[in-house]
């Protein structure tokens, strides 16, 4: 058994939840108002039978005990096991010498930027300190920032002379080689240290858990360049995957599911300051995909980027659309269904000015900020003049066709459509229509542009109940409730899935594709019952960690899929000896248990369901158990949701009535899909049906 599923095993959901959450009997399950947002009617579900948990409210999210922990305490999966593995008394399986060495080394460096964060800090109040007294006016009244501010992002000074920090830092024990690699200091020419930050304006920079890995310096001396000055790349600090102010704002973006982006630290600050909580800075640089990441959809599912007017900012702005752009091409907002929009601070003002003139004044820029396609096409379209050549306008119109055909919405491209040619005039819709075409024909390859080919007439047949492979996949009994053969059922389809996905990751863009062709357009089952493939589609807690790992792989390309996945793995020893069993081949993994005569006449008997069954279109495979998979997650949802009902009000009634009509009809579309009694799949597994392992004789 594995850590993980020692811990669920050791650890009842509803008794770890009913610590801090007041839970009410209702049948099977346990109810209550959900802890996550604010509510007067139950609608947050525990279920002991699965061990799992559903907000059916605001929140539409759910998992096991630890997506709960994570939820609640802003905790990362690995500190969720590390954390309820303490409460469970199970002891973690302990990292390797390697990453043992080199957490030992980030906590060091952790807590040497920590030092300087408190020394700089310091420096600001110094009071026998001139430089230090003019800088806080400076901050006080240039700035416009009040001491409940300058305390809270603990603002700081970094004096004008050359080793200030590096002699301070040397003297609690840290060595130069630590300063160096912290960037904190510099070695010149002569071998000697020096501060790399001098006569600045100090703003920490804070991971996701609040812990201080770098820098942002602003220059206190007029014309001085760079005005801005950042930590350099380290092993704690890289400013494209990080969001100044993250780590505080996370709560007012999943309450708003909207999150405004800003240029600069001081963008966020005064924002922040003036009482606006969802806003966070990209640091000065185009919005990466990593960033983007970060906060949607897991957080929001509006995107509003609030960068400066002047001509540094409108080109950031282009490069920031150009990686929403992609990300949606890699099916990331088409198919999360994140929004897009673009505000444009009046008067050439950045955030940071315009808030300190009218802060009551900032709500409404927000809520009119302007579709990426409406911002695009006018920006691009500003220099043609009455007299623009026929060339001038296609220049144009092939610019914006990537970002304005983004989509899977086919009325929404149509309509993107439509603006532009009535902005260019000249050139129609349907020459835009072919110019789209020729763009998506020269798309990268693992874009999930092409529609599948029809449904296949075959059908996905049940599985034999006690049918089963490997030593350690039948799901630990959850605490006081004996595992039944369904569930070990359920689990063995979610592995092979997995396993279908970790050889052939594009699959996923035929499972979401397919659930889109399902709800067509639909939107209330494309983002309800029918939406995309994601973790709450999997029982196991070490599987949804793999899917979400699997989505974070493709939207990287720094590295191949599998060696990413493999990567990630290793630093998750608590899964990864689980995800192992889970992806070995079925037969490789049936083998060991077999008698030696029927070890032997195994190929024999796969050789001839093979010809019997035919081959098995492993695409369909995997979307028809995506299909089983999603019917099960339906059907439970619909049982704890019979359980909310009787507490609501007659109009709340109305609206649960309506979603338990699209969980029908979704169930429906489902089955539609399966019309005949037999497959090839399932003629292979039938094959194994009567195949007896050491264990039962």
Same mark, same amino acid.
């Given at each position: 058994?594995?850590?993980?599923?020692?811990?669920?095993?050791?650890?009842?959901?509803?008794?770890?939840?009913?610590?801090?959450?007041?839970?009410?009997?209702?049948?099977?399950?346990?109810?209550?108002?959900?802890?996550?947002? *604010?509510?007067?009617?139950?609608?947050?579900?525990?279920?002991?039978?699965?061990? *799992?948990?559903?907000?059916?409210?605001?929140?539409?999210?759910?998992?096991?005990?630890?997506?709960?922990?994570?939820?609640?305490?802003?905790?990362?999966?690995?500190?969720?096991?590390?954390?309820?593995?303490?409460?469970?008394?199970?002891?973690?399986?302990?990292?390797?010498?390697?990453?043992?060495?080199?957490?030992?080394?980030?906590?060091?460096?952790?807590?040497?930027?920590?030092?300087?964060?408190?020394?700089?800090?310091?420096?600001?109040?110094?009071?026998?300190?001139?430089?230090?007294?003019?800088? =806080?006016?400076?901050?006080?009244?240039?700035?416009?920032?009040?001491?409940?501010?300058?305390?809270?992002?603990?603002?700081?000074?970094?004096?004008?002379?050359?080793?200030?920090?590096? *002699?301070?830092?040397?003297?609690?024990?840290?060595?130069?080689?630590?300063?160096?690699?912290?960037?904190?200091?510099? $070695?010149?020419?002569?071998?000697?240290? #020096?501060?790399?930050?001098?006569?600045?304006?100090?703003?920490? +920079?804070?991971?996701?858990?609040?812990?201080?890995?770098?820098?942002?310096?602003?220059?206190?001396?007029?014309?001085?360049?760079?005005?801005?000055?950042?930590?350099?790349?380290s092993p704690l600090f890289d400013k494209s995957r990080l969001l100044f102010g993250l780590d505080s704002a996370s709560r007012a973006i999943r309450d708003a599911e909207t999150v405004v982006i800003v240029e600069g630290y001081l963008?966020? +600050?005064?924002?922040?300051?003036?009482?606006?909580?969802?806003?966070?800075?990209?640091?000065?640089?185009?919005?990466?995909?990593?960033?983007?990441?970060?906060?949607?959809?897991?957080?929001?599912?509006?995107?509003?980027?609030?960068?400066?007017?002047?001509?540094?900012?409108?080109?950031?702005?282009?490069?920031?659309?150009?990686?929403?752009?992609?990300?949606?091409?890699?099916?990331?907002?088409?198919?999360?269904?994140?929004?897009?929009?673009?505000?444009?601070?009046?008067?050439?003002?950045?955030?940071?000015?315009?808030?300190?003139? #009218?802060?009551?004044?900032?709500?409404?820029?927000?809520?009119?900020?302007?579709?990426?396609?409406?911002?695009?096409?006018?920006?691009?379209?500003?220099?043609?003049?009455?007299?623009?050549?026929?060339?001038?306008?296609?220049?144009?119109?092939?610019?914006?066709?990537?970002?304005?055909?983004?989509?899977?919405?086919?009325?929404?491209?149509?309509?993107?459509?439509?603006?532009?040619?009535?902005?260019?005039?000249?050139?129609?819709?349907?020459?835009?229509?072919?110019?789209?075409?020729?763009?998506?024909?020269?798309?990268?390859?693992?874009?999930?542009?092409?529609?599948?080919?029809?449904?296949?007439?075959?059908?996905?047949?049940?599985?034999?109940?006690?049918?089963?492979?490997?030593?350690?996949?039948?799901?630990?009994?959850?605490?006081?409730?004996?595992?039944?053969?369904?569930?070990?059922?359920?689990?063995?389809?979610?592995?092979?899935?997995?396993?279908?996905?970790?050889?052939?990751?594009?699959?996923?863009?035929?499972?979401?594709? $397919?659930?889109?062709?399902?709800?067509?357009?639909?939107?209330?089952?494309?983002?309800?019952?029918?939406?995309?493939?994601?973790?709450?589609?999997?029982?196991?807690?070490?599987?949804?960690?793999?899917?979400? =790992?699997? #989505?974070?792989?493709?939207?990287?390309?720094?590295?191949?899929?599998?060696?990413?996945?493999?990567?990630?793995?290793?630093?998750?020893?608590?899964?990864?000896?689980?995800?192992?069993?889970?992806?070995?081949?079925?037969?490789?993994?049936?083998?060991?248990?077999?008698?030696?005569?029927?070890?032997?006449?195994?190929?024999?008997?796969?050789?001839?369901?093979?010809?019997?069954?035919?081959? +098995?279109?492993?695409?369909?495979?995997?979307?028809?158990?995506?299909?089983?998979?999603?019917?099960?997650?339906?059907?439970?949802?619909?049982?704890?949701?019979?359980?909310?009902?009787?507490?609501?009000?007659?109009?709340?009634?109305?609206?649960?009535?309506?979603?338990?009509?699209?969980?029908?009809?979704?169930?429906?579309?489902?089955?539609?899909?399966?019309?005949?009694?037999?497959?090839?799949?399932?003629?292979?597994?039938?094959?194994?049906?009567?195949?007896?392992?050491?264990?039962?004789?």
């Amino acid at each position: 058994m594995t850590a993980v599923e020692d811990i669920k095993s050791k650890l009842d959901i509803v008794s770890y939840i009913g610590r801090t959450v007041s839970l009410k009997k209702a049948g099977r399950v346990y109810k209550a108002c959900c802890p996550f947002h *604010s509510e007067k009617t139950p609608s947050f579900v525990v279920n002991p039978e699965y061990q *799992s948990w559903r907000c059916f409210g605001a929140c539409a999210e759910g998992g096991d005990i630890f997506k709960f922990a994570m939820k609640q305490n802003g905790w990362t999966f690995r500190e969720a096991v590390e954390e309820l593995g303490r409460l469970a008394g199970v002891e973690v399986r302990p990292p390797t010498p390697e990453q043992k060495a080199q957490d030992e080394s980030h906590e060091r460096l952790r807590g040497m930027v920590a030092s300087a964060a408190d020394f700089y800090h310091e420096r600001l109040f110094d009071a026998s300190d001139r430089g230090a007294q003019e800088t =806080l006016a400076y901050a006080r009244v240039k700035r416009a920032l009040n001491e409940d501010t300058l305390r809270r992002f603990q603002i700081g000074y970094a004096p004008p002379g050359w080793q200030n920090l590096t *002699s301070f830092l040397l003297q609690l024990g840290y060595s130069d080689n630590d300063l160096v690699l912290g960037g904190l200091s510099i $070695r010149g020419d002569d071998g000697r240290l #020096h501060d790399r930050f001098r006569n600045r304006l100090m703003i920490p +920079i804070r991971d996701g858990r609040g812990r201080p890995v770098g820098f942002g310096a602003r220059a206190l001396v007029p014309d001085e360049q760079p005005k801005y000055l950042n930590s350099p790349q380290s092993p704690l600090f890289d400013k494209s995957r990080l969001l100044f102010g993250l780590d505080s704002a996370s709560r007012a973006i999943r309450d708003a599911e909207t999150v405004v982006i800003v240029e600069g630290y001081l963008d966020a +600050i005064q924002a922040r300051q003036a009482g606006y909580d969802n806003v966070v800075a990209q640091m000065g640089t185009a919005l990466t995909e990593t960033q983007l990441k970060l906060v949607a959809p897991r957080m929001a599912r509006k995107v509003i980027m609030a960068l400066d007017s002047d001509p540094a900012g409108q080109n950031a702005t282009r490069r920031s659309l150009e990686v929403a752009r992609e990300a949606l091409r890699a099916d990331f907002g088409g198919k999360l269904g994140v929004e897009f929009r673009v505000l444009t601070v009046p008067d050439g003002k950045d955030p940071d000015d315009f808030i300190r003139a #009218h802060p009551a004044d900032w709500p409404a820029l927000v809520e009119n900020a302007v579709p990426v396609a409406e911002f695009v096409i006018g920006l691009e379209t500003a220099d043609l003049g009455d007299k623009a050549t026929f060339a001038e306008k296609e220049a144009v119109a092939r610019r914006l066709l990537p970002l304005l055909t983004a989509s899977e919405s086919d009325l929404l491209r149509q309509d993107n459509l439509q603006k532009l040619a009535m902005r260019l005039r000249t050139i129609n819709e349907t020459q835009l229509l072919g110019w789209a075409a020729q763009e998506a024909a020269s798309a990268p390859k693992s874009a999930p542009l092409a529609a599948p080919p029809p449904l296949p007439p075959d059908d996905y047949p049940p599985e034999p109940d006690d049918f089963w492979y490997g030593d350690d996949l039948p799901p630990a009994a959850p605490a006081g409730i004996p595992a039944s053969p369904a569930l070990r059922e359920l689990a063995r389809l979610e592995a092979h899935l997995l396993k279908a996905l970790y050889d052939q990751p594009e699959l996923v863009y035929a499972i979401n594709r $397919r659930f889109r062709e399902m709800a067509g357009l639909d939107t209330l089952l494309l983002g309800g019952p029918l939406c995309d493939l994601c973790a709450d589609d999997f029982t196991r807690a070490s599987h949804q960690v793999f899917l979400a =790992l699997l #989505h974070d792989a493709l939207l990287q390309d720094e590295r191949a899929f599998q060696q990413f996945m493999n990567e990630q793995l290793q630093a998750l020893p608590e899964v990864s000896g689980e995800i192992d069993q889970a992806l070995r081949d079925e037969i490789t993994a049936l083998e060991p248990r077999l008698t030696h005569g029927l070890r032997v006449d195994l190929p024999l008997v796969v050789r001839q369901q093979e010809r019997m069954g035919g081959s +098995i279109d492993v695409r369909e495979d995997a979307v028809r158990s995506a299909l089983r998979l999603r019917e099960e997650r339906i059907e439970r949802e619909r049982i704890e949701l019979q359980f909310v009902f009787d507490d609501l009000a007659a109009p709340e009634q109305e609206a649960w009535n309506l979603r338990a009509g699209l969980t029908i009809r979704a169930k429906r579309l489902i089955d539609s899909q399966f019309v005949r009694p037999e497959s090839a799949f399932g003629a292979r597994a039938a094959g194994f049906q009567n195949v007896r392992t050491q264990d039962d004789q």
